[in-house]
């Protein structure tokens, strides 16, 4: 073995300069030689204060390089401070051992050669060839398939990402390129971590979207946990997926993923009905813990639907949704009203409407579950289809032998020709005032009506035969406006939420109709809720969806998804932005609305419906019985002993109809009688007013009313 050149001369270089570390501080001590030393030892210093800071890396190896020069500077300082060469030849027994250890340590030329080539007395490359590696990697043979060997080989390739084993490679059917691979940790009883998608990818040359891991169930005969961990690698089927996916793989990648339109949801089945037009997607949430977040826009972008069409509508049921992609608007149908559809059945329900999936809807003439009458809701603006929804509710009343009354603010064509199939009609607010304070007096007479069989008065019940009287309907169309009135508001307020309150036990039924809900607008909240509760609140356009839910929320208990009605349904055609860029206009082919309602079932739920449609250019007669139903002449006569039942188009109050007569003070120009709705009115109504009426708060706050009108 050849000693190399740097060692030989690092070698000589100690050799010869030990006996001039001894010998020139002693025989020459001002010469050149001892400042060569001392500044060398300086550099040394210097090299292991560099070497010592916490940022440098290799910080023993540098200060055992300058150790000689420090080693060297400190000898001759030393010689330079002792008597000759000092007791026993120290001077020359430390230059003695510096150069021997130096010789066997060698610092420079040993710790210099570090990721050099290897020094000419290395044994050759030969000793540790890349093959004898192998052996240690290999795995004993357990039998396995091609398959599986050629994954192992790629794997250990790789340097086992993960520290993990290939268990079993599984080639999924009819592709060439998608497996799926078993994999346990190498060290046994520990888990398998920080192995990612990318780190499985990377063998096998895929993108790391193309992997999925998944936990390991334990099965009999192979153990699980977190020790394994099974990785599926499908980039042919995701290249398919992302070009050609199907129903389920588009309803996971677009919708029911975190981003989508329904996150969290997965596709039960997607039906096509060609009769009716429409797709049907229906999903349930994976967590049957969570509830549905739907964002319609989203879904339709994720099915490829437009999404301003009006040809898209979601049903939610608990955590099941159905998503309804019609071919055409399926509520620009009509619908219409037949005496098949508005006869009620036993149970006193007739059909109203049918929904945007052809179902029927159906609402109440009486409350047959709860033996009483039933009141009624209806809210929408102008041209909504109020007035048609009237003519439907009260031809199925008056097929159930039902009394009806109609009152309206303003007289109108429609509400004028209802007044021909119906008991009676009227259209103003003193007309709604007379119709509201006869019906309260009813619930008078009929609690002291005795009943044929047995002589004793009874509540209402509906389908009774041996009941004396009939169920009466009292219909207040625009009541905000009504309740508003200067001179008879308050009577209509406070009878109507008296109505609401006692009339069901005596059959009578109160069916307001306007454009708010809300108690600013003339609805008490005693008023919304008993109409709540005792009927099928229906909701037509309220001028806005923000309004329409708002309104519908307003009578729900909990508000459940509402759907919305827009202004009008159309179906949009070709891009926005290529007609904004040719400067052309936006084709006008919407369809109105009119008549599109949201009503809320008994569940509190609400459904969407297109109500039937009664031709009011028609003769109406086909959905009304040939003759109206009348009060009993026991009715009419009690009515009459009180003054109010008369003819109620008479434009003026009678005289203490409603305001107690003032009492005659002579004046010459009779002063004492009322002239007129002007302030006449108002005067005899705050001066009748008299302290012993006042017996509860309502009267109360009437009596500080009265002072402050006053």
């Known amino acids: 073995m050849s000693t190399p050149r740097s060692v030989v001369l690092e070698r000589l270089a100690y050799t010869l300069t030990a006996p001039v570390l001894a010998v020139a501080p002693n025989l020459y001590p001002d010469s050149p030689v001892s400042g060569i030393v001392q500044l060398a030892g300086a550099a040394g210093i210097g090299g292991w204060i560099l070497a010592a800071r916490p940022e440098t890396t290799g910080a023993g190896r540098k200060i055992l390089r300058w150790s000689p020069l420090v080693l060297a500077a400190a000898i001759d300082t030393t010689a330079g401070h002792t008597t000759g060469f000092g007791p026993y030849g120290l001077d020359g027994l430390l230059a003695a051992g510096w150069a021997a250890v130096g010789y066997l340590v060698m610092p420079f030329s040993r710790h210099t050669r570090r990721r050099h080539r290897p020094a000419l007395a290395t044994p050759p490359a030969q000793l540790a060839p890349a093959e004898a590696v192998e052996p240690t990697l290999a795995v004993p043979d357990d039998g396995a398939d091609h398959l599986t060997r050629q994954v192992r080989m790629m794997w250990e390739n790789a340097g086992t990402p993960g ?104 596709l039960v089945h997607r039906t096509r009905d060609d009769v009716r037009g429409v797709t049907f997607y229906r999903a349930k949430m994976a967590d049957s813990t969570e509830t549905p977040r739907i964002d319609l826009a989203k879904v339709c972008r994720g099915l490829g639907l437009p999404e301003d069409d009006s040809c898209v509508f979601v049903l939610i ?22 005496r098949e559809l508005l006869t009620p059945d036993a149970k006193g329900m007739f059909v109203c409407g049918f929904t945007i999936t052809g179902q029927p809807v159906k609402n109440m003439v009486y409350q047959h579950d709860k033996n009483a009458a039933t009141h009624g809701l209806i809210l929408g603006v102008s041209r909504s289809g109020k007035t048609q929804f009237f003519a439907i509710s009260m031809a199925a009343q008056s097929l159930a032998g039902q009394v009806v009354w109609l009152s309206t603010v303003r007289k109108d064509e429609k509400t004028s020709t209802l007044g021909k199939y119906i008991d009676r009609q009227g259209s103003n607010a003193l007309w709604m005032a007379r119709s509201l304070r006869a019906a309260k007096a009813l619930c008078e007479i009929r609690a002291e009506m005795p009943w044929p069989h047995d002589g004793q008065p009874h509540d209402y ?14 219909y207040a169309d625009e009541f905000m406006t009504a309740a508003q009135d ?38 008490s909240t005693e008023m919304k809720d008993n109409l709540r509760q005792n009927s099928r609140p229906t909701i ?49 082919n919407g369809v109105s609305t009119g008549g599109v309602a949201v009503i809320v079932l008994d569940n509190g739920r609400s459904v969407l419906m297109r109500s039937l449609y009664a031709d009011f250019d028609t003769d109406l007669s086909t959905l009304f019985p040939d003759e109206a ?82």
């Not at 334990?218 to 099974?230: A, K, T």
């Not at 036990?505 to 069916?511: A, Q, R, S």
């Not at 307001?512 to 609805?523: I, L, Y």
Request: charged share 25%.
């Open 163 to 266: 520290r993990t084993h290939v268990v079993k490679a599984t080639r999924h059917p009819g592709m060439s390129n998608d497996m799926t691979i078993l994999l346990r940790a190498v060290d046994t009883g520990r888990p398998i971590t920080g192995l990612t998608e990318a780190a499985v990818a990377a063998p096998f040359a895929v993108p790391s979207s193309d992997v999925v891991l998944a936990d390991v169930a334990v099965q009999p005969g192979r153990q699980g946990g977190p020790g394994w961990l099974e990785a599926r690698i499908t980039p042919d089927a995701n290249a398919r997926r992302r070009t050609q996916p199907t129903p389920a793989e588009r309803w996971t990648d677009k919708i029911g993923s975190p981003r989508g339109g329904a996150p969290g949801s997965e």
């Open 540 to 588: 037509f356009n309220m001028g806005s969806p923000a309004a329409t839910r708002k309104a519908a929320e307003g009578t729900m208990e909990n508000a459940y998804d509402v759907p919305t009605i827009p202004a009008r349904y159309s179906r949009s055609e070709g891009s926005a932005i290529e007609r904004a860029m040719r400067g052309e206009a936006d084709p006008e």
């Open 461 to 474: 019940k509906p389908g009774d035969s041996r009941c004396p009287y009939r169920q009466l309907n009292v």
């Open 317 to 338: 049921d608990g955590t099941e949704f159905l998503i309804s992609a019609f071919d055409e608007p399926p509520l620009s149908a009509i619908f219409p009203a037949t």
């Open 629 to 710: 139903d009348r009060l009993t002449d026991h009715e009419i006569s009690e009515l009459t002993k009180r003054g109010l039942w008369f003819d109620w188009n008479e434009p003026e109050p009678r005289p203490g109809e409603f305001w107690p007569e003032p009492a005659d003070d002579g004046d010459e120009d009779g002063g004492s009688r009322r002239r007129g709705p002007g302030g006449g009115k108002r005067r005899a109504k705050s001066g009748g007013r008299s302290e012993p009426q006042v017996t509860s708060p309502r009267q109360a706050l009437e009596a500080i009313k009265s002072f402050n009108n006053a």
């Open 486 to 523: 200067p001179l008879f508001g308050e009577f209509i307020q406070k009878d109507g939420d008296d109505l609401t309150v006692t009339g069901l036990k005596y059959g009578i039924g109160f069916n307001p109709a306007g454009q708010s809900p809300f108690a600013h607008n003339g609805f």
